[in-house]
Structures are given as structure tokens and as C-alpha cells.
């Protein structure tokens, strides 16, 4: 009996079940929630135009039922610009309700919406509800209740769809066309309206990826129209990185890319020594890592190139002893082979002379060989002899012959100075030179001054320069000025600074 009445109300259970289940499925059929309705009319589809105005600006036509509607914003309603009536419109805006002839829009804060059409009435009633998306036109005129306020006589309605569908159909519309200003501007209205609507919990994510879509392929088209050397262009993308996709990797790599084209860009410099810990060094910012591997490098270098200079006293040094030793004898021979009545002969000696001067370590027998050179009365000590010693890699020695040509101070004399101040690289020598010349006065030291201006060598040009100060009297600073003086002056019968032993040249 117990097991009886225990195998009953199982067999009962299941029966009520099998009772209670066709029910069901007859009740689900019966409370199935109708497909939302969706207007196919898409204003996103209708012909558009656009008239430029002088201001620069622009005004956006669309075509709808054989007329042209100005679009605008919801705002527009909102104008007490009364000059407006008669003007066309559409937008789109949020519907909130519908009552005694009136629209009602959502943030609708002034202005009115009337509907005189019996079918643009039965549409809003049997489709339209509280936050539908709607695309409106109409005409605007004065509202006849409150004449400092305007109204829009609606013309027609259409229901958009959801506003997740509708974001998705903007964007992929914009990254198809490729609309920069356009992917980026609905990027920044799904964040306000993720912000400001209510949105389902499980449309959260698709909103924030739908988001992310539209400012990557906007930073992605833009990163194309960034030009190799627009400093601020790489700045102003960095900040958008940063600011709409807080990818900090990609910010850091274009204001190292701004920085490579600017390094004194003044907001990219702070970001790089406050946020990026880089150093400045020699003009161009560099990392940490980077500059200690460098320091670290230059510090062998300057060890290499100490330990260089000073094998290469120690080898001069060497050299120099060598050739005091072999001063006298040397000399003696060179003077020796002077003494010839022969002048192919006495051309060869005093060449040789040259050459053994501008080649010897030894400065005490570059100035004996200069003042040799210097009391022979012949062209050939000037060339090739003096010119010859005016290339000794000794300073002074280079002195002493620029000393010697600007005493000898005839025209093959001085033009062999002017050439060898040309090819001085040290300034204190050069400025020894043109000292001789100032002393040498007169119209010649004047032109070979002249021909020194051709330097490129600043400091060159600089003492130069005040050589012609010290002769002429004159004071001019560019060469330009001296070069427009001396061809209006030079070929003058008389100068203040002329000498009159320059009348004959030597």
C-alpha cells in the first residue's frame, strides 16, 4: 500500500504536465511582441546638395517629395529670428509625445510643432513613441499665439531606427567614404550619448566598440594626411591619441616623430624631459640609455684622441730633435746650392729652399729659411720660394714668411699673401698677416685685403675687415659694402692712403 501511494501523485505530476504544456505553447503564440515597425523611407539616402557661402561656410540642401529642405537643428526652433519664416527645413531629433495638433520633441524648449495634415497625424499616432528617433520637414513661420516665437508647420514625418542601428549605419556609411571630420565627430557623439541616454546594459559594449571604430579609422586616415615636416600636425595627432583612445605608446611615438623634426617644439619638449624622461643633448632628445651609452662613447673617444694627440707630440718631438741636429748641415747646403749664376739652377735652390722650410719640424730653420729667402732679390724667392714657406704646418713659421711677402710688398709678393691668408685656418695667424699688410700700407695691401674677403672663415673675414678699417679710414662692416666701395674707388688718381712708392711697383 505504501508503495502505492507513492507511485500515484508521480503519474498525477506527469499528467498535469502534459495538460499544462500545449497550453503554453498556444499562449506563446498569442503574446509574441510584434517586429518593430521601421520606416523604409531613409533620410540617409535622399538626395543632397550643398551651396557655399562667401563667408566660407556652407549651406546643406536635402530632396524630399519633390521640394528642397534646408537642414538644420532641432535648435533652429529655439530662434527668435522671426526673419526666418517661410524658410524650409528638416532635422532630426527625439519625439516625446503627441497631443491637440502638436508635436513634442525631447529638449524641445521652445517653439511649437503643428500638424495639419490627417496623415502625418495618423502616422505619429498609430507609430510614434517616447524617444523614437525622427527625421522631420516643414515650413517655419511666426506662431500666431506668441509672435516672438516660431513654429514649424510639419509637412512630414518619418520614424528612424534604434539608436544603436542608427550609429552603426553613420559609421560604416563614414568609414566607407572615408570622412575624417565625420568618423571623428560621431565618435564624440556616441560617448556623449552613452553618457547622457539611458542604454541598455547589453548595448553598452557594442556602443564603446562601434566608438573605437569611428576614432581609429579617423587617426588612421589622418595619420595619412600628416606631412614628413609639420611639427605641429605630429603634436596635435599625438594629443588625439591620447585623448581618444588613451594610447599612450602611439601619443609618445608621433611627439618623437615632432620632436625629429622640431627639437625646440615647446609642448612636445615638456612632454618629452616631464613624461618621457629624455634628454636633450647636442640639438636632438634622446633616451636615458641612450645618452649614457653616448656619454659613455664620447669619453673613449676623448681618451683615444688624447691618447693620439699625444703619440703624435711624442713623434713631432722626436722629429723636431732630429731636425735640430741636422739644422747647420742642412742650411749650409741649401746655401750652398744658391750660389749659381745659372737661373734654372737658382730656380731649383730657392724651390728647394721652399719646400724644406714649409716640410721641416723644425721652426728655427723655417725662420732662418724665410729670412734667406726674404733678402734674395729675386721673383723666383717670392714663387715658388716664400710661397712654398707660407704652407708650413707651423703657425709661426706661416707668420714669419706672411711677414716677410707683405715687406717684400710688390705685386707677385702680395698676391701670394692674399692667397695664402685665403687657405689660413687659425685666426691669431691670420690676424699676424694682416697686421703685415697694415703696415705695408698703400693701395696694393688695400687690394690684397680685398681678395682676402673671399674667405668663408668668419673670424678670417673679421680681422680682415679691421685691416681695411686701420688703412682706409673707412667704416664698413659687410663685405658687400667694402667690395661696392673698392670698385667705385680704386681706380681713383689719388686716395688718401696712398704711398708714393707705389706709383712704380717694384
Request: with cysteine; net charge positive.
Amino acid at each position: 500500500m505504501r508503495r502505492a501511494s507513492f507511485i500515484l501523485p508521480v503519474f498525477a505530476l506527469l499528467a498535469l504536465c502534459g495538460a499544462v504544456r500545449p497550453c503554453a505553447a498556444e499562449g506563446t503564440g498569442d503574446t509574441e511582441k510584434k517586429p518593430e515597425f521601421v520606416d523604409p523611407r531613409n533620410p540617409d539616402n535622399f538626395p543632397r546638395s550643398t551651396m557655399p557661402l562667401p563667408d566660407g561656410s556652407k549651406i546643406d540642401y536635402v530632396s524630399f517629395g519633390g521640394r528642397r529642405w534646408r537642414e538644420v537643428k532641432q535648435e533652429i526652433l529655439h530662434d527668435r529670428i522671426l526673419e526666418r519664416q517661410g524658410l524650409e527645413v528638416c532635422f532630426e531629433a527625439k519625439f516625446a509625445s503627441f497631443g491637440d495638433d502638436e508635436v513634442k520633441l525631447y529638449k524641445q524648449r521652445q517653439g511649437s510643432i503643428a500638424v495639419a495634415d490627417p496623415r502625418v497625424k495618423a502616422y505619429v499616432k498609430e507609430h510614434l513613441r517616447i524617444n523614437d528617433n525622427v527625421w522631420l520637414c516643414g515650413t517655419l513661420r511666426t506662431n500666431p499665439r506668441k509672435d516672438r516665437e516660431l513654429e514649424l508647420i510639419l509637412v512630414d514625418i518619418i520614424k528612424r531606427d534604434n539608436d544603436l542601428r542608427l550609429f552603426n549605419a553613420k559609421v560604416a556609411r563614414l568609414v566607407k567614404s572615408g570622412e575624417m571630420a565625420g568618423l571623428k565627430k560621431v565618435g564624440n557623439e556616441i560617448k556623449e550619448h552613452l553618457k547622457t541616454a539611458i542604454v541598455p546594459l547589453n548595448e553598452q559594449d557594442e556602443y564603446v566598440i562601434l566608438q573605437n571604430k569611428a576614432w581609429d579609422t579617423y587617426l588612421e586616415l589622418k595619420e595619412k594626411t600628416v606631412a614628413v615636416n609639420d611639427a605641429d600636425a605630429c603634436f596635435d595627432l599625438a594629443n588625439e591619441y591620447l585623448e581618444l583612445r588613451s594610447r599612450t605608446s602611439k601619443r609618445n611615438d608621433w611627439i618623437r616623430k615632432c620632436l625629429r623634426i622640431d627639437p625646440d617644439h615647446p609642448r612636445a619638449s615638456v612632454i618629452a624631459s616631464n613624461e618621457l624622461e629624455m634628454i636633450k643633448h647636442k640639438g636632438l632628445w634622446i633616451t636615458k640609455e641612450d645618452f649614457g651609452r653616448i656619454k659613455a662613447q664620447e669619453a673613449r673617444e676623448k681618451e683615444r684622441q688624447e691618447q693620439e694627440t699625444q703619440a703624435q707630440a711624442a713623434k713631432l718631438a722626436n722629429l723636431r730633435r732630429d731636425a735640430e741636429k741636422e739644422r747647420l748641415k742642412r742650411l749650409t747646403e741649401l746655401q750652398r746650392a744658391l750660389r749659381t749664376r745659372d737661373g734654372k739652377q737658382l730656380e731649383a735652390a730657392l724651390r728647394a729652399l721652399g719646400e724644406a722650410v714649409q716640410k721641416s719640424p723644425d721652426p728655427e730653420f723655417g725662420r732662418k729659411g724665410i729670412a734667406i729667402l726674404a733678402n734674395i732679390n729675386d721673383p723666383y724667392a717670392i714663387w715658388p720660394g716664400l710661397d712654398s714657406a707660407a704652407k708650413s704646418e707651423l703657425g709661426e713659421v706661416r707668420l714669419d714668411a706672411y711677414q716677410a711677402l707683405a715687406w717684400r710688398g710688390n705685386e707677385q709678393a702680395l698676391r701670394a699673401l692674399s692667397d695664402a691668408l685665403l687657405r689660413e685656418t687659425e685666426a691669431a695667424t691670420a690676424k699676424g698677416g694682416v697686421k703685415a699688410l697694415v703696415v705695408r700700407g698703400g693701395r696694393p695691401a688695400v687690394q690684397a685685403l680685398m681678395d682676402c674677403l673671399r674667405s668663408e672663415d668668419s673670424k678670417i673675414v673679421a680681422e680682415v675687415v679691421e685691416g681695411l678699417r686701420l688703412i682706409t679710414r673707412e667704416n664698413m662692416s659687410g663685405k658687400n659694402e667694402w667690395q661696392r666701395w673698392w670698385d667705385e674707388n680704386k681706380n681713383r688718381k689719388s686716395l688718401p692712403f696712398d704711398k708714393p712708392e707705389d706709383q712704380k711697383v717694384q
